[in-house]
């Protein structure tokens, strides 16, 4: 018996992250759009949760919108599963699926929608997410105080452990929120 193909990993997003982020258009017109969050992060599966807001699954328009606090998103499925048609709005739910978007319209294909019978799950999903997604300088400002031993952080390392940094840093530079202690040395402002 050969090995299943593996699925890739979903990653736990809020809505705001989905609408925030970008669709790159794919090399062929039957291939789907590749999404990236704001820092450039290819993700090709999402899990939200949120409660049903709206639901539309058994209208020719088939689909669910969920809120989670920080936006409202669509949520559609090929075969829209028969325990869907029954989940009431206020329902908190569980979503898996893949970030797509027709247009300007951005929205969830389904692959797994699982009501959860208990309101608290969903504390338990806020607590476990940072309500922010973090901005790629203040992972910069972090590692430069990781790194810095009294002699600065090194710019090249900075640049080596987060790709794509060099604008970043030359934008924290200007703002006055690092300095260059010594050639290619930087530290954080306090």
Same mark, same amino acid.
């Given at each position: 018996?050969?090995?299943?193909?593996?699925? *890739?990993?979903?990653?736990?997003? @809020?809505?705001?992250?989905? #609408?925030?982020?970008?669709?790159?258009?794919?090399?062929?017109?039957?291939s789907p759009s590749e999404f990236t969050l704001q820092?450039?992060?290819? #993700?090709?599966? #999402?899990?939200?949760?949120? $409660?049903?807001?709206?639901? /539309? *699954?058994?209208?020719?328009?088939?689909?669910?919108?969920?809120?989670?606090?920080?936006?409202?998103?669509?949520?559609? /499925?090929?075969?829209?599963?028969?325990?869907?048609?029954?989940?009431?709005?206020?329902?908190?739910?569980?979503?898996?699926?893949?970030?797509?978007?027709? *247009?300007? $319209?951005?929205?969830?294909? /389904?692959?797994?929608?699982?009501?959860?019978?208990? $309101?608290?799950?969903?504390?338990? @999903?806020?607590?476990?997410?940072?309500?922010?997604?973090?901005?790629?300088?203040?992972?910069?400002?972090?590692?430069?105080?990781?790194?810095?031993?009294?002699?600065?952080?090194?710019?090249?390392? %900075?640049?080596?452990?987060?790709?794509?940094?060099?604008?970043?840093? /030359?934008?924290? %530079?200007?703002?006055?929120? $690092?300095?260059?202690?010594?050639?290619?040395? #930087?530290?954080? %402002?306090?």
């Amino acid at each position: 018996m050969g090995d299943a193909p593996k699925r *890739a990993l979903a990653f736990r997003l @809020w809505i705001k992250d989905i #609408v925030e982020g970008t669709f790159k258009k794919a090399d062929s017109p039957y291939s789907p759009s590749e999404f990236t969050l704001q820092d450039g992060q290819s #993700v090709p599966r #999402v899990q939200l949760c949120g $409660i049903v807001v709206h639901n /539309a *699954a058994d209208t020719n328009d088939s689909h669910l919108t969920m809120d989670d606090s920080t936006g409202v998103l669509t949520i559609r /499925a090929f075969d829209m599963p028969s325990h869907v048609h029954t989940i009431m709005t206020g329902t908190p739910v569980l979503v898996i699926g893949r970030p797509r978007q027709v *247009a300007t $319209i951005t929205y969830i294909m /389904a692959e797994i929608i699982k009501p959860l019978h208990d $309101i608290k799950w969903l504390d338990v @999903w806020k607590k476990s997410l940072p309500r922010e997604a973090t901005h790629p300088a203040d992972a910069i400002l972090a590692l430069i105080r990781s790194n810095d031993h009294e002699s600065g952080a090194d710019v090249e390392h %900075l640049t080596r452990t987060i790709p794509n940094s060099d604008n970043i840093i /030359a934008d924290l %530079l200007l703002k006055g929120r $690092i300095f260059e202690v010594s050639p290619g040395r #930087v530290k954080v %402002l306090e």
